[in-house]
């Protein structure tokens, strides 16, 4: 089975860089993705990660370390709009399944 | 209408009522995904439809029974509901030819309140 952990609860203040974290304990994935939820509302998705390494998306970014299960989401230059909920998630390769993680709520602060 | 759409976005309901919650598709993907949000647990992936066959139920209750009546549209019958089935559902759809997309479109949710 698949499990992957976060950090419940980030802060930071306008116009720095956060990191977010996602460790997983898994028997095999296709690749990593991230989804961003705000407040009431729907979660949408912002990467995926296939292969090792980093993506980058204009001010977000994303990383994959298959050897090390573990990934990340770098968020620059952060706007008060960045606060919400950020969920990576794995598909699994024996279910097929998209797996989320536990989720980080981020709140970016003037 | 473009993207997921998700009605009613509110709901309260008694453990004796019957409801339904519907979601529209409106990119024309050929998978569709109900799931389950509670507070502070991620999200639970309750049932699949791919091509209008259900490909996976995920030990969901009998008091949850979806229907899938074409690859646009997507609905969760609810019935006897407990109190913790109160959480925000969540249709999302993908195309995808096996059923978990990396690349998921979400609707708004439906919160449902079960008193």
């Known amino acids: 089975g698949q499990s992957l952990e976060q950090p419940s609860e980030v802060t930071a203040v306008e116009g720095a860089i956060v990191q977010i974290n996602c460790t997983y304990q898994?028997?095999?994935?296709?690749?990593l993705s991230w989804y961003q939820q705000h407040d009431g509302g729907a979660p949408t998705f912002l990467s995926y990660?296939?292969?090792?390494g980093l993506e980058e998306t204009g001010r977000f970014s994303s990383f994959l370390s298959r050897s090390d299960s573990y990934g990340y989401l770098l968020l620059q230059e952060l706007q008060m709009k960045d606060s919400a909920s950020y969920f990576c998630?794995?598909?699994?390769?024996?279910?097929?399944?998209?797996?989320f993680g536990t989720g980080t709520r981020l709140q970016v602060f003037p | 209408e473009t993207g997921v759409t998700q009605t009613p976005r509110h709901l309260v309901m008694g453990m004796t009522n019957k409801k339904s919650l519907k979601c529209e598709q409106h990119?024309?993907?050929?998978?569709m995904y109900w799931y389950k949000q509670s507070a502070k647990k991620p999200l639970e992936l309750m049932f699949v439809?791919?091509?209008?066959?259900?490909?996976e139920n995920n030990s969901v209750p009998s008091r949850f029974s979806p229907e899938c009546p074409n690859s646009s549209h997507l609905f969760l019958h609810l019935h006897t509901l407990q109190p913790e089935d109160s959480a925000l559902y969540l249709c999302a759809s993908s195309q995808d030819g096996q059923g978990g997309s990396y690349e998921q479109y979400f609707g708004p949710g439906t919160r449902l309140t079960v008193t």
């Open positions: 898994t028997s095999g994935f296709y690749g």
């Open positions: 990119l024309g993907h050929n998978a």
């Open positions: 990660n296939a292969l090792d």
């Open positions: 439809y791919n091509f209008k066959e259900q490909t």
């Open positions: 998630a794995v598909r699994d390769q024996d279910t097929d399944k998209l797996i």
